[in-house]
């Protein structure tokens, strides 16, 4: 299967649970939550036929509670089987005869089984579990994209199955009545209880959702007004609201839409406001307003604050910057009683507000008139054009020259990118794509960048944060959202000019390049984890690589995947040899650009950003160290080749021989502290450390993981024929063979450190 | 990787493992093998044509399995193996218990 097919079943895989996820949020029965579940199996796998035994008082009876699909002969109702036995989640049923009760399996074509387990309902519920028989030939294999799948799916009907749900199984005596079965009082789903201001939270970003999918098939400037008005009324719980919107002269006002009920004196049609306090006054209620006397006959009206929208640039805090201009509309608004916010109402505010502004700034002029007076559009124009890419006023004298190619698919997109300065003069970079295109997404991707913004501001953060964290902690929020059914792909980078430093995680989304001029290939930077908002407790890895003056570093959508072959990076080099360094970003901004213009088959938004510092010094590769953090899952060794690789491949003097040793015995010495330092638990972290010093190549294999008394004499020597048929100690025994150094530092519950060193004999570089 | 076993008798096979055998795809290799070692008599060839890479875990495994095979009055054999492969059968001296110098076998053996 070719990577590009893997992801894509990977990427049908994510939308397919989150349209499940969003099925189970209602109140769903027993019977609605099992058959959704096995249905999403059936067709996932192609099968035929597909049973659910579920455990019942005693561990080791389950009781067959629902199945679908045609059988060859009748399926038991009740099997005796010790399912606590099983040693992985998926297990062919010839391996394990206990799969097989009484040849049931067999029978029934039922080549493989799953084993479901769930906490059960309420404090102390216990441990339970589900069998379920997949109709799938006797010697099926699963793929890592089917395993991921499957622990996705488990996750979601675990979560489905805590709370009521489970506490209903917990009860069960008799499941001949399982057809009956109907949830009882509200569903408990979340096993947390969330605090008012979590649920309303929560809310925001539901609420903003609907929002993205109502304007999925485009909209126009009515419509994006309405739907304000009338969102702002629901969530704030609103009698009325009026929108002004800026016309000219600046400081005047038009009514262009009003809500709800009116009261006490007709509404004026316009108002000069010339005294409206700066940007970062967001509201005033009338008692403050600077027109006294406009503002008694809005209170009048039942109207007592108003919320001013900005879709200008913000005034520069030093006060520099362009002058102060008049709001874009003013939105009055009016309740029950005098209206007060919460917090959460505030910032609910908030990012709507920006929302639609980044909606109203992405509207271009008819002409090329530049941003107008809302009064002056047509209301019943569509969004239109694109957001052509503007240079970054955070990026500028800082050290690092940059170019951005941004292209949506439709009239907005999905893909955004983000730049943060941070004290110590490092740049972070973030490169995204929220899954979709058009109104919907962009609005999607307001949020998103409004969440990252706060989440790389904040004080335990860090300054620069560590990009890991920082996609962790934007999948925590992705993840509290009720219905988060959109997700997010991103890169996100710290550029140190300082320490020449690249470091980045990312998720779900193709590995930065590193072009170096003068190399002969374009270095990919690895990292990956999944998308955002999928797993709770996702992970990611995170590298650092050293960047030198002329290195220009390339962060994408998959928008422009397709168009990255084989033979355009060799174009790509060949073109940049022998230019300026500024010339080079130019030049591969401006090819970049013509494929972005280009009109493909299954168009995608594309962003590319590409980086250069432009004052590192141009020295030869340095002796620096590089290091990748990995979390403790050997679906994450990909990723550790693809590091050694570009590590090896700077160095001048690794011959296959050597390449050979050091790549071998690194991977055994990680896949050693992921078995054996955690366990095979994906929490943990491994980190390697590479560094090369007077012709001598060191990596360094650290873990925290649960140590163990080293004896070097314990190493096997594999001398006698015994030993030779050993199936454990050989990756300790190859270290040695291979390597000219090997220091393993362990102590219980302490840790692992392994230091491998190896004495680079080659005048050549590795062969391809 | 492929992992498709050809019979070619009652009593021996070749089994096609057709990539690199690593952490994460080693479950179906050591599935496959520790169930043909369970036959008696059987005569197992192994096709390392694809395979660049074995890890220190996959060499175990085939340790192990070629003990089982024996055991059970059978063989376990390697042919087809590259440079790169070659290397990591003599550095993990699995070499010594492992014949990987032969040919494919012929049809029907």
Same mark, same amino acid.
């Given at each position: 299967?070719?990577?590009?097919?893997?992801?894509?079943?990977?990427?049908?895989?994510?939308?397919?649970?989150?349209?499940? &996820?969003?099925?189970?949020?209602?109140?769903?029965?027993?019977?609605?939550?099992?058959?959704?579940?096995?249905?999403?199996?059936?067709?996932?796998?192609?099968?035929?036929?597909?049973?659910?035994?579920?455990?019942? $008082?005693?561990?080791?009876?389950?009781?067959?509670?629902?199945?679908?699909?045609?059988?060859?002969?009748?399926?038991?109702?009740?099997?005796?089987?010790?399912?606590?036995?099983?040693?992985?989640?998926?297990?062919? %049923? =010839?391996?394990?005869?206990?799969?097989?009760?009484?040849?049931?399996?067999?029978?029934?074509?039922?080549?493989?089984?799953?084993?479901?387990?769930?906490?059960?309902?309420?404090?102390?519920?216990?441990?339970?579990?589900?069998?379920?028989?997949?109709?799938?030939?006797?010697?099926?294999?699963?793929?890592?994209?089917?395993?991921?799948?499957?622990?996705?799916?488990?996750?979601?009907?675990?979560?489905?199955?805590?709370?009521?749900?489970?506490?209903?199984?917990?009860?069960?005596?008799?499941?001949?009545?399982?057809?009956?079965?109907?949830?009882?009082?509200?569903?408990? !789903?979340?096993?947390?209880?969330?605090?008012?201001?979590?649920?309303?939270?929560?809310?925001?970003?539901?609420?903003?959702?609907?929002?993205?999918?109502?304007? =999925?098939?485009?909209?126009?400037?009515?419509?994006?007004?309405?739907?304000?008005?009338?969102?702002?009324?629901?969530?704030?719980?609103?009698?009325?609201?009026?929108?002004? @919107?800026?016309?000219?002269?600046?400081?005047?006002?038009?009514?262009?839409?009003?809500?709800?009920?009116?009261?006490?004196?007709?509404?004026?049609?316009?108002?000069?406001?010339?005294?409206?306090?700066?940007?970062?006054?967001?509201?005033?209620?009338?008692?403050?307003?600077?027109?006294?006397?406009? +503002?008694?006959?809005? +209170?009048?009206?039942?109207?007592? %604050?108003?919320?001013?929208?900005?879709?200008?640039?913000?005034?520069?805090?030093?006060?520099?910057?362009?002058?102060?201009?008049?709001?874009?509309?003013?939105?009055?608004?009016?309740?029950?009683?005098?209206?007060?916010?919460?917090? &959460?109402?505030?910032?609910?505010?908030?990012?709507?507000?920006?929302?639609?502004?980044?909606?109203?700034?992405?509207?271009d002029s008819m002409g090329d008139a530049g941003p107008r007076p809302i009064a002056e559009w047509d209301k019943n124009i569509s969004v239109l054009i694109r957001d052509r890419a503007q240079a970054e006023d955070s990026l500028s004298g800082g050290g690092i020259a940059h170019r951005v190619v941004y292209r949506p698919s439709h009239k907005v997109g999905g893909d955004f990118y983000d730049f943060h300065?941070?004290?110590?003069?490092?740049?972070?970079?973030?490169?995204?794509?929220? %899954?979709?295109?058009?109104?919907?997404?962009?609005?999607?991707?307001?949020?998103?960048?409004?969440?990252?913004?706060?989440?790389?501001?904040?004080?335990?953060?860090?300054?620069?944060?560590?990009? +890991?964290?920082?996609?962790?902690?934007?999948?925590?929020?992705?993840?509290?959202?009720?219905?988060?059914?959109?997700?997010?792909?991103?890169?996100?980078?710290?550029?140190?000019?300082?320490?020449?430093?690249?470091?980045?995680?990312? +998720?779900?989304?193709?590995?930065?390049?590193?072009?170096?001029?003068?190399?002969?290939?374009?270095?990919?930077?690895?990292?990956?984890?999944?998308?955002?908002?999928?797993?709770?407790?996702?992970?990611?890895?995170?590298? $650092?690589?050293?960047?030198?003056?002329?290195?220009?570093?390339?962060?994408?959508?998959?928008?422009?995947?397709?168009?990255?072959?084989?033979?355009?990076?060799?174009?790509?080099?060949?073109? %940049?040899?022998?230019?300026?360094?500024?010339?080079?970003?130019?030049?591969?901004?401006?090819?970049?650009?013509?494929?972005?213009?280009?009109?493909?088959?299954?168009?995608?938004?594309?962003?590319?950003?590409?980086?250069?510092?432009?004052?590192?010094?141009?020295?030869?590769?340095?002796?620096?160290?590089?290091?990748?953090?990995?979390?403790?899952?050997?679906?994450?060794?990909?990723?550790?080749?693809?590091?050694?690789?570009?590590?090896?491949?700077?160095?001048?003097?690794? $011959?296959?021989?050597?390449?050979?040793?050091?790549?071998?015995?690194?991977?055994?010495? @990680?896949?050693?502290?992921?078995?054996?330092?955690?366990?095979?638990?994906?929490?943990?972290?491994?980190?390697?450390?590479?560094?090369?010093?007077?012709?001598?190549?060191?990596?360094?294999?650290?873990?925290?993981?649960?140590?163990?008394?080293?004896?070097?004499?314990?190493?096997?020597?594999?001398?006698?024929?015994?030993?030779?048929?050993?199936?454990?100690?050989?990756?300790?025994?190859?270290?040695?063979?291979?390597?000219?150094?090997?220091?393993?530092?362990? !102590?219980?519950? $302490?840790?692992?450190?392994?230091?491998?060193?190896?004495?680079? !004999?080659?005048?050549?570089?590795?062969?391809? | 990787?492929?992992?498709?076993?050809? /019979? *070619?008798?009652?009593?021996?096979?070749?089994?096609?493992?057709?990539?690199?055998?690593? /952490?994460?795809?080693?479950?179906?290799?050591?599935?496959?093998?520790?169930?043909?070692?369970?036959?008696?008599?059987?005569? *197992?060839?192994?096709?390392?044509?694809?395979?660049?890479?074995?890890?220190?875990?996959?060499?175990?495994?085939?340790?192990l399995a070629a003990q089982k095979i024996r055991q059970n009055g059978g063989d376990l054999k390697i042919y087809a193996a590259g440079e790169n492969l070659k290397r990591i059968l003599k550095f993990s001296r699995l070499e010594m218990i492992i014949d990987s110098g032969g040919t494919a076998p012929p049809s029907g053996s």
């Open positions: 299967m070719t990577r590009l097919s893997a992801d894509r079943l990977a990427r049908q895989d994510i939308l397919s649970l989150r349209e499940m &996820s969003a099925r189970l949020r209602g109140d769903p029965t027993l019977q609605e939550v099992f058959d959704l579940f096995l249905l999403m199996l059936m067709g996932r796998f192609q099968l035929r036929r597909i049973a659910l035994y579920i455990q019942g $008082s005693e561990p080791t009876r389950l009781w067959l509670f629902h199945a679908k699909g045609q059988f060859p002969s009748a399926l038991p109702d009740v099997i005796e089987s010790d399912v606590n036995s099983s040693i992985q989640q998926v297990m062919l %049923v =010839k391996d394990m005869p206990v799969l097989n009760p009484g040849g049931m399996a067999g029978r029934n074509n039922l080549g493989a089984a799953w084993v479901l387990k769930w906490q059960g309902g309420g404090q102390g519920g216990q441990a339970r579990c589900a069998l379920v028989y997949l109709g799938v030939p006797p010697d099926m294999t699963f793929s890592n994209v089917d395993s991921v799948f499957l622990e996705l799916l488990s996750r979601t009907i675990s979560r489905a199955l805590e709370g009521n749900l489970g506490r209903i199984l917990d009860r069960l005596r008799d499941l001949e009545r399982r057809g009956d079965l109907i949830l009882q009082g509200g569903a408990g !789903r979340r096993k947390q209880r969330l605090t008012r201001e979590k649920l309303l939270d929560s809310r925001n970003l539901q609420t903003l959702q609907d929002i993205a999918f109502r304007f =999925k098939s485009g909209v126009s400037l009515e419509d994006i007004f309405n739907t304000y008005l009338l969102t702002l009324m629901g969530r704030l719980r609103l009698k009325r609201t009026a929108l002004y @919107v800026s016309t000219l002269p600046a400081s005047a006002y038009q009514l262009l839409l009003w809500k709800g009920k009116e009261a006490g004196e007709e509404l004026p049609d316009r108002m000069d406001m010339p005294d409206l306090p700066p940007r970062d006054s967001l509201w005033l209620d009338m008692k403050t307003f600077p027109d006294p006397v406009l +503002a008694g006959r809005m +209170a009048a009206s039942g109207y007592s %604050v108003v919320w001013m929208l900005w879709r200008s640039a913000p005034v520069d805090a030093r006060g520099a910057g362009p002058p102060r201009v008049s709001p874009d509309a003013l939105v009055f608004m009016g309740g029950a009683a005098d209206l007060t916010f919460q917090p &959460s109402d505030v910032k609910f505010m908030e990012i709507l507000n920006v929302q639609i502004t980044n909606i109203l700034t992405l509207l300065r941070f004290a110590d003069g490092s740049v972070g970079v973030a490169v995204a794509d929220v %899954v979709g295109h058009g109104i919907a997404a962009a609005i999607w991707t307001s949020a998103m960048r409004e969440h990252l913004r706060e989440i790389v501001n904040r004080p335990a953060a860090g300054s620069p944060p560590e990009p +890991a964290w920082v996609l962790e902690e934007l999948n925590r929020v992705l993840i509290q959202n009720l219905k988060n059914e959109i997700p997010l792909s991103i890169c996100y980078g710290v550029v140190d000019p300082a320490r020449n430093l690249f470091t980045y995680a990312s +998720a779900g989304i193709d590995f930065p390049l590193l072009i170096r001029p003068n190399s002969d290939k374009i270095f990919e930077l690895p990292a990956g984890g999944l998308f955002l908002g999928c797993l709770p407790d996702a992970r990611f890895s995170q590298e $650092s690589a050293p960047i030198q003056r002329d290195d220009i570093l390339l962060i994408y959508t998959d928008g422009f995947q397709p168009a990255f072959t084989a033979r355009w990076r060799r174009q790509i080099l060949q073109e %940049v040899q022998g230019q300026g360094s500024l010339d080079s970003l130019d030049l591969i901004a401006q090819q970049l650009q013509i494929l972005a213009d280009r009109r493909m088959a299954d168009d995608d938004d594309k962003t590319a950003v590409l980086l250069r510092l432009s004052s590192a010094p141009a020295s030869a590769p340095s002796d620096g160290g590089h290091r990748i953090d990995l979390p403790s899952d050997v679906r994450h060794l990909p990723a550790l080749r693809l590091f050694m690789d570009n590590v090896l491949a700077e160095a001048v003097s690794v $011959s296959p021989d050597d390449y050979f040793a050091i790549t071998f015995t690194t991977e055994d010495a @990680v896949v050693n502290a992921i078995q054996h330092g955690y366990q095979s638990v994906p929490t943990g972290t491994v980190t390697i450390d590479v560094s090369r010093r007077e012709g001598r190549l060191s990596v360094a294999v650290r873990d925290a993981g649960c140590g163990f008394e080293f004896d070097p004499a314990s190493i096997p020597k594999f001398a006698v024929e015994d030993e030779l048929y050993r199936d454990s100690g050989r990756g300790l025994y190859m270290m040695h063979q291979l390597m000219d150094g090997v220091e393993i530092t362990s !102590r219980p519950a $302490s840790g692992t450190s392994v230091l491998l060193t190896k004495r680079l !004999r080659g005048d050549s570089a590795r062969g391809a | 990787m492929a992992l498709d076993l050809e /019979p *070619l008798g009652e009593t021996s096979g070749i089994l096609r493992v057709g990539g690199d055998v690593r /952490p994460e795809n080693i479950e179906g290799y050591r599935k496959k093998l520790y169930e043909v070692c369970e036959q008696k008599n059987y005569i *197992l060839h192994i096709d390392m044509t694809g395979v660049e890479h074995l890890s220190s875990w996959a060499i175990g495994v085939t340790a």
